[in-house]
């Protein structure tokens, strides 16, 4: 069994970074989820109510994120730029981040349409993963997602229209295992980084995003057939046990078994 990819979100609900490899800290991949958009006063806000957040592209070096609109537009920021500490809130979760480019979030509130702020995380997180008692980024219930090749070929042979495994936003995506085993592992080993099994993936309405066009399916699938045929599952969250650097082609090797 192999990763076939890694990839980070360094801003929640926006486009992705396809990686070689990457360092593993116990809040998530180096970079992902590291920002937020959220509004002035700290409520998250995520492509569930604004589908074109998802063709935004986004990109980080060093202390700098680069944001391009949809219509080609980009802006940058660093960190140094975003240091006003004030309180968000990600689900039930409060806790405190940093804001400061007043121009940013004006270009940002323009582009989107609405009033919005972008936070940094911090140099650590203050959020906490209560389950695991471990750092947590801006992600929404854990640090880490997998899925699996094999259970998307299961999934788009029950689709009229097949579907990219980009729409499921996974950190991880593993190739040579049986249709939804992942949700039966305990402990795995990608590479030299050790990770256990936290919770499956219960999937909502972002997955009925075209992400080229931004549009939802009329028919909300793969939503509806994942929700019938599986409750919405699709995918596993994972939480690391190790720390340490991992590489797309890395062996993943099943520990134990739940």
């Given at each position: 069994m192999k990763l076939t990819s890694i990839t980070r979100y360094p801003v929640k609900s926006m486009g992705g970074n396809r990686l070689e490899q990457s360092a593993v800290v116990a809040a998530g991949l180096l970079h992902d989820r590291e920002w937020l958009v959220a509004t002035p006063q700290g409520g998250f806000i995520t492509a569930r109510k604004f589908p074109q957040m998802l063709l935004w592209k986004t990109d980080v070096a060093g202390d700098v994120l680069t944001l391009t609109a949809p219509d080609g537009s980009k802006r940058s920021v660093s960190t140094g730029e975003t240091a006003v500490p004030a309180d968000v809130t990600v689900w039930k979760d409060h806790f405190s981040a940093y804001y400061g480019s007043a121009e940013t979030d004006a270009w940002l509130s323009e582009k989107l349409g609405t009033d919005a702020r972008l936070y940094w995380l911090g140099k650590q997180s203050k959020r906490v993963l209560a389950a695991a008692q471990?750092?947590?980024?801006?992600?929404?219930?854990?640090?880490?997602?997998?899925?699996?090749?094999?259970?998307?070929?299961?999934?788009?042979?029950?689709?009229?229209?097949?579907?990219?495994?980009?729409?499921?936003r996974a950190n991880f995506v593993v190739a040579g295992s049986e249709a939804y085993e992942e949700e039966k592992w305990r402990r795995i080993r990608i590479g030299e980084v050790e990770f256990e099994y936290l919770k499956p993936c219960t999937r909502c309405v972002m997955t009925t995003v075209d992400l080229k066009t931004a549009k939802k399916d009329p028919f909300q699938e793969p939503l509806s057939t994942l929700a019938v045929a599986r409750k919405a599952i699709f995918g596993v969250h994972l939480i690391a046990v190790s720390a340490g650097v991992v590489k797309a082609g890395d062996e993943v090797e099943v520990l134990s078994y739940q």
């Open positions: 471990t750092p947590l980024s801006f992600a929404d219930s854990a640090p880490f997602m997998l899925t699996n090749t094999a259970s998307l070929d299961n999934l788009n042979a029950m689709l009229d229209t097949p579907v990219e495994m980009e729409r499921f």
